[in-house]
């Protein structure tokens, strides 16, 4: 068959919209990568980049494989399709007709805007891909390859596409019932947050990195930056562009490009400005680089609906949440530097408050829908939020938890202090070239 309402200018629109946002999440997979370079010692830095993108590429082929198609299962429940779960998967798993088919080739009736979904389908592949990469930064130089690889896969395979159809999505089962989530605060960040506290316990601390083996301040900066590129595309890709009736967040909350634009470039702003206090009152400067960031994880829920304003005001206590956590987790001995402070203190602050920012904010259902799925039937509430918080932290702690019990049952957890001391690029030198040398480390004289 040819169906010619497949190939309207608006279907067009929204799919090339969703392939520029596909793009720039490599864009900053890179930052990300570059961050990790820039933070950990020089000897490691080869390593970090064949690292992250190999756990990038394991998460993003799990989640291919039925991943999508599991998140995709809420939609055909609001719009009662028959069988939604086994239509949605035997639809959208690799094999399926909606990656075998050309748009024009699938009935509009059964596949609407295919062009559409198959882009944004895209669009999910490269999130998981950098989900893969934020799941290396957590045990970076000190989590086992052997473990790093297998973990990515199954995350991508099954526990990704869990937290986003259980988080994210404007009928999935906690925004059906009032949850916001625009950006990923609860499915990414206190998942991934909480998942690396955990992680970084068990793994223990890091071997001493002398100033002079660090990585250079550049890369730190550039990363940083290529993130803050990339962000505002993305976040306008969390939601759908609808010809005559405006923009919508991904949890269906009514909302403008014009003023998730200026609100991301606030958040950014905000938190650079607190993230610079925190630098020059503590001597410290990563806080005003990593600042940005913070800032924006701390309203990332409610940024399609908040005013600028409140934005601001949000992304000034980004930087602060994330100090917080790092200090209490020194306290308890946890050595995470990057993403448990990044992700979860200001993703714990986003749940407190979002739900009153957005209170009574209508969201959920889905377009076309009726009864329990009616489009923006739900309302947000605090209480959904913080529950949303509580319940995205726990499956971030149990899912480390287990991976943990299994990792440590096969002996491949973590690498020791001594090894970590010799740096990790030592596995990539030629064979003609010397890999080991004698070193002290705080453990002794390693080989």
């Known amino acids: 068959m040819f169906a010619k309402d497949q190939l309207t200018l608006g279907n067009y629109t929204q799919a090339i919209f969703f392939a520029i946002a596909a793009v720039v999440v490599l864009i900053a997979t890179a930052g990300l990568a570059l961050i990790d370079s820039g933070l950990s010692r020089k000897a490691d830095a080869l390593d970090i980049w064949i690292s992250k993108l190999a756990a990038g590429a394991a998460c993003a082929l799990g989640f291919v494989l039925v991943g999508y198609g599991f998140w995709e299962w809420q939609f055909n429940a609001a719009l009662k399709v028959p069988h939604a779960f086994t239509s949605a998967i035997g639809t959208w798993w690799l094999g399926g007709s909606g990656f075998t088919h050309f748009a024009q080739n699938l009935d509009?009736?059964?596949?609407?805007?295919?062009?559409?979904?198959?882009?944004?389908?895209?669009?999910?592949?490269?999130?998981?891909?950098?989900?893969?990469?934020?799941?290396?930064?957590?045990?970076?130089?000190?989590?086992?390859?052997?473990?790093?690889?297998?973990?990515?896969?199954?995350?991508?395979?099954?526990?990704?596409?869990?937290?986003?159809?259980?988080?994210?999505?404007?009928?999935?089962?906690?925004?059906?019932?009032?949850?916001?989530?625009?950006v990923g605060v609860y499915s990414v960040?206190?998942?991934?947050?909480?998942?690396?506290?955990?992680?970084?316990?068990?793994?223990?601390?890091?071997?001493?990195?002398?100033?002079?083996?660090?990585?250079?301040?550049?890369?730190?900066?550039?990363?940083?930056?290529?993130?803050?590129?990339?962000?505002?595309?993305i976040v306008l890709g969390c939601g759908y562009l609808v010809p005559g009736q405006g923009y919508f967040g991904i949890s269906l909350t009514t909302s403008g490009f014009g003023l998730v634009l200026v609100n991301v470039l606030i958040a950014f702003f905000g938190g650079i400005v607190s993230g610079a206090v925190l630098s020059y009152r503590l001597k410290e400067p990563t806080w005003v680089v990593l600042g940005p960031v913070a800032g924006y994880i701390a309203c990332g829920a409610v940024l399609e609906l908040a005013k600028p304003w409140e934005v601001l005001l949000l992304s000034l206590?980004?930087?602060?949440?994330?100090?917080?956590?790092?200090?209490?987790?020194?306290?308890?001995?946890?050595?995470?530097?990057?993403?448990?402070?990044?992700?979860?203190?200001p993703g714990v602050f986003a749940a407190v408050t979002s739900g009153f920012v957005g209170w009574n904010a209508r969201t959920g259902g889905f377009f076309g829908a009726t009864g329990s799925y009616a489009f923006q039937h739900a309302h947000i509430t605090p209480g959904m939020q913080i529950l949303g918080g509580i319940l995205a932290a726990a499956i971030g702690v149990v899912s480390a938890l287990g991976f943990i019990v299994i990792a440590e049952r096969l002996g491949q957890l973590k690498i020791s202090l001594a090894e970590q001391s010799l740096g990790a690029d030592r596995r990539w030198a030629p064979p003609d070239e010397p890999a080991v040398k004698t070193v002290k480390t705080k453990v002794g004289v390693a080989q």
């Open 108 to 182: 509009p009736r059964l596949v609407p805007g295919a062009d559409v979904y198959q882009v944004f389908g895209g669009f999910f592949l490269v999130f998981s891909f950098f989900f893969g990469a934020l799941l290396h930064s957590a045990g970076a130089g000190r989590l086992k390859a052997a473990s790093l690889y297998p973990l990515s896969f199954g995350m991508g395979a099954i526990v990704f596409p869990f937290v986003s159809w259980l988080f994210w999505g404007s009928a999935s089962p906690l925004t059906n019932r009032g949850l916001s989530d625009y």
């Open 189 to 233: 960040y206190l998942f991934i947050g909480a998942f690396s506290i955990v992680l970084s316990w068990r793994l223990g601390r890091r071997a001493a990195i002398a100033p002079a083996d660090l990585g250079e301040p550049w890369q730190l900066g550039l990363g940083v930056m290529l993130i803050l590129f990339a962000l505002p595309v």
């Open 317 to 345: 206590a980004g930087p602060v949440a994330a100090l917080a956590t790092h200090r209490i987790l020194e306290r308890f001995g946890i050595d995470d530097p990057k993403i448990g402070p990044l992700a979860f203190g």
